[in-house]
């Protein structure tokens, strides 16, 4: 089955700055990758996915980029702000069916003010 | 619904009690999932109901566990004689096919405790 590793499992950095959070998985036949942010307490909340057919997507300050030959993905968060903190979890699956999605171990990201 | 729902937001209960979680996912979502987060950890992936399919059982710890779906909707996730590594929180979340990938909507969780 499909096994994702994510790192680093906390980060932090000054408001501002730039959060990467890097995650490589196994299973070739996965080809949708999602992430979730989940602030303290309350549910994940989809962000941003991409999809194998794409290198890279962007959303304003949050952007996704995949290289399939290494199997692995990363999260970009600019110009980081106090309400990023969070915890964000990667995610990989197969696209075109509804089988389960496996998720990473989460990154706890805090924004220093 | 406008979303996942889940009841009860938390449940105390004794060691060995039986336990129900109760899930109903957004209307016209086919697929609903079942994953359980303990303290500081990840998503560990439980059961997954897709439609009218058998469901993938294949993440249940043990056979104390066990989920059902009526009706193709409401789900319910049982735990029976329940231990102190049970205690976690119980999230269900649901989908639907959109673009040709499936974005789960998380419901709020069941914050089990096992005293």
């Known amino acids: 089955g499909e096994n994702v590793e994510q790192h680093p499992s906390t980060l932090s950095v000054q408001e501002g700055d730039s959060a990467v959070i890097k995650c490589t998985y196994s299973d070739s036949a996965s080809n949708y990758f999602p992430w979730y942010k989940q602030e303290l307490g309350k549910r994940p909340q989809l962000i941003i996915d991409i999809r194998s057919n794409v290198g890279e997507k962007k959303d304003q300050r949050i952007a996704v980029t995949l290289n399939k030959t290494a199997k692995h993905f990363s999260l970009h968060i600019t110009e980081t702000q106090p309400e990023d903190s969070a915890v964000y979890f990667c995610?990989?699956?197969?696209?075109?069916?509804?089988?389960?999605?496996?998720f990473g171990s989460g990154t706890q990201l805090t924004v220093l003010p | 619904g406008a979303g996942v729902s889940q009841s009860p937001s938390n449940k105390v209960t004794e060691k060995g009690k039986d336990v129900e979680l109760r899930c109903d996912p957004i209307s016209g979502h086919t697929a609903l999932y079942w994953y359980r987060q303990s303290l500081g950890q990840g998503l560990e992936f439980l059961i997954y109901?897709?439609?009218?399919?058998?469901?993938?059982k294949s993440g249940l710890p043990s056979d104390r566990f066990s989920a059902e779906r009526t009706g193709g909707s409401v789900s319910t996730l049982t735990i029976q004689r329940t231990q102190q590594e049970d205690s976690a929180v119980y999230l269900c979340?649901?989908?639907?096919?959109?673009?040709?990938?499936?974005?789960?909507?998380f419901g709020s969780g069941t914050r089990l405790t096992v005293v």
């Open positions: 995610a990989a699956g197969p696209s075109g069916s509804a089988r389960q999605l496996t």
């Open positions: 979340a649901s989908s639907s096919r959109m673009g040709g990938s499936y974005g789960y909507t």
């Open positions: 109901f897709q439609g009218n399919s058998a469901p993938d």
